[in-house]
């Protein structure tokens, strides 16, 4: 395995140096930094972290928070996140809240007792208050965590109005949406909001379709797809999820209910599931990779004890085009 | 949060008697230890795994390393296998070696270091040799890396066996595989051999397609699946995972080629993805929770230092019907 000393000498320069330019502590002049940096890309070193972290009194570990890791959404992300953490010199502790509500709590511990230098969370649980005692690195994805943890998402409201407008544009005029518990504090309840308003402003009809809360396993979202089906034949337009939205048009399929032909569908989040079924849906994009690098980027400025310009991000979302909407 | 103190009490028995009941140490009679167990669940109790490991000096910590975390089924791996490390008081780490090759060498070097008590690989990029140097626990989820190290896999030999049953019984006589790199010492490879032989003796003709070795993403399925469609238009049967599968179906269709009218077809995994597609895949199913506890199981009983009585575990697939196969 490559050394430290390996690339010392192959930069023809001390290991004094290249630490320091491995830890971005001290002055090293821009030529001899480009020289060591070309080093490690030459011969493939991996920092080692461990020692690095030894010398700076850390873990070494982030732990991501997510309510269902298998949620194809929560899969890219930590997918994404787990190599840009790495890329930082940090292992990914992963952690499910699905099965039980005090894993959360038991993670903030971990956190408070330094078990891990940091939390990036996709859940909300808990209440706020017990976020507020804690004054170590944390940065929610798309949750709302009190004004001192800083919250990154994407623009949902623009989401939201591509996802009418995509609809209005294929002429629906009885719509139903799949929409969240509004007392999780998340931004992404404004995308619901958003629909909505821009659908009765044209005049058509929306239906909101309360799921159930923190569920995201598959055999949930089939169910709600088969009542959704059974109540609703004759809605002439659909959004929600990736998953669920391939889900609903599955079962409508079994109902006789064709897409694009007798309704419509946008999709939300563009996971690879949005891909998978025939046709192609129509897709509001979550820049998934970006969020990740956007949150650890966060929590890295959080662990080296930089001051937060902006806590509040917002990330642009894509429209792509599949063959469920005109 | 609820303390070991609030169970004793609740259990009327002292903190050492609880203590011996969640270290398995020491004895404590049935009556007492049903008491105490009961006190942990009404309680909704967590044991302090920090506090535990530190008295055994271990790290408390696990490491899945698998090619790509947002693959279905290593997705629901790693989520059925973080739930069963969390009830044994461990935390999980996460590993993806998609994007470096020298990732697989370094959590072997973290378990060398002693900063993670055991890894759960599903992956095999390094020479055997590497893994003959560690004395330490792991555990191979469908890889052999040598006589030493345990490996949990299901039975191959019988999924492809079912595959080619179902395939024959829809009246398939050209049919494509998708295979994976025979240089890679999987048990999974056997379920090809068995596959090919089945549709041979059956008089079929059977036409393997190399997959690319590692790659998970589903561009690179989608790829591989216009790919199939264009070269091999006039096949009426088709074998491969859940996801290369469904992207098959929907490059078909593409084509005009429908299943099952024209062509039937059989996936293997049995993630969520094989409900997605329309008709729904039929699929040999490998049972996922299952190999994740298995796995755990025996990594458990290796970092507790028990001689393992098996090390080639294989557990039985299902044979599931969809509406591909007749």
Redesign the interface.
Known sequence: ?TTIQDVARKAHVGVATVSRVLNESGYVKAETRERILDAIREL?Y?PNA?ARNLYHRKTG?V?LIVP???H?YF??F??AA??VL?GCGY??????TK??Q??E??YL??LK?Q?VDGIITGVHTLDIEQYRQIDRPIVALDRQLGSHIPCVAVNHEEGGRMAAEALIRSGCRKVLQVTGQSHVSTPSNRRHEVFEQVIRESGGECINYLSKWNRFS?SYH?EAALEIAENYPDIDGFFSTD?IT??V??AM?EKGRRCPEDFSAVAYDGT??S????P?LTTIVQPISELAETCVDLLMKQIRGDVLSETNIRLNVIYRQGATTA
């Open positions: 395995m493939n991996t461990v570990i732990a269902e890791i298998s194809p899969a890219e930590i997918d787990e190599a790495y292992q990914c502790m992963i952690c499910n099965r039980e005090n894993y709590a038991y511990d971990l007792q078990r598959y089939r998953v391939a889900a048009l599955h399929k690879f599931v891909r998978l079924p025939y192609e």
